[in-house]
């Protein structure tokens, strides 16, 4: 079975411009969680979906948006990039939310804005 | 709010030896915490979990991890190491719909 997938692998911005990440969860798994890895530091917690709503949201910016599909796929959006967006950006599933579950991450996308 | 240290930014150990890498977490009510391990240029692996049970939690790779919940800590074992345990290592504690995640410590196995 593939894991969770990202696309792309990599991505260079410059500064203002808009960019959208996407994420395939495990097959089967109805929750997507999305991550900011800034380099040397554990990862941030954005957004978590579940069944195409919005279940959690940690403290960023309204610039940060993400929606999830019929197929549970999820894309991050982020508006209006600032140096500071330049970081590794990592999508998690998991079969629903909840204590007991965890998380299994994908390889993740590397954002640079310059 | 949860919130989870470690204390360490690097732990350097000689192949063979054990290697422990401390995690302590401060929760209220019962902790969910977790061990996830990042190779350069790949995402997080699963490594272990302590929802309730026996204080001691195998794991992936040979680890274990030991909750204590006198010293609210979650120490990350292994009883011999190996070059490729070389790594960077997450503790994490669930906070709802999220993980809250600690710095990280790097661990380097040295031949």
């Known amino acids: 079975d593939a894991g969770v997938t990202q696309s792309p692998t990599h991505l260079i911005k410059t500064r203002g411009q808009h960019v959208t990440l996407r994420c395939s969860p495990i097959s089967g798994h109805k929750s997507v969680s999305w991550y900011q890895q800034v380099l040397g530091q554990g990862p941030q917690f954005i957004f978590q979906y579940y069944e195409k709503e919005e279940r959690g949201r940690g403290n960023f910016p309204d610039r940060f948006s993400a929606r999830q599909f019929p197929n549970y796929s999820s894309e991050l959006n982020v508006n209006a990039l600032l140096l500071g967006d330049s970081a590794l950006y990592l999508c998690?599933?998991?079969?629903?939310?909840?204590?007991?579950?965890?998380?299994?991450f994908g390889p993740g996308t590397r954002l640079t804005v310059l | 709010a949860q919130s989870v240290a470690q204390p360490e930014d690097q732990v350097n150990v000689a192949e063979g030896n054990p290697l422990t890498v401390k995690c302590t977490y401060s929760v209220s009510g019962n902790p969910y915490l977790f061990w996830y391990v990042q190779y350069p240029n790949r995402g997080l692996q699963f490594l272990l979990k302590y929802i309730t049970g026996d204080n001691l939690v195998k794991g992936s790779y040979g680890f274990e991890a030991e909750f204590n919940k006198s010293q609210t800590s979650f120490h990350l074992k292994k009883p011999s190491a190996l070059v490729s345990d070389s790594a960077l290592y997450f503790c994490?504690?669930?906070?709802?719909?999220?993980?809250?995640w600690g710095a990280g410590t790097k661990l380097i196995i040295k031949p």
């Open positions: 998690a599933s998991s079969f629903r939310p909840g204590e007991n579950n965890e998380q299994f």
């Open positions: 994490a504690v669930r906070d709802s719909y999220q993980l809250i």
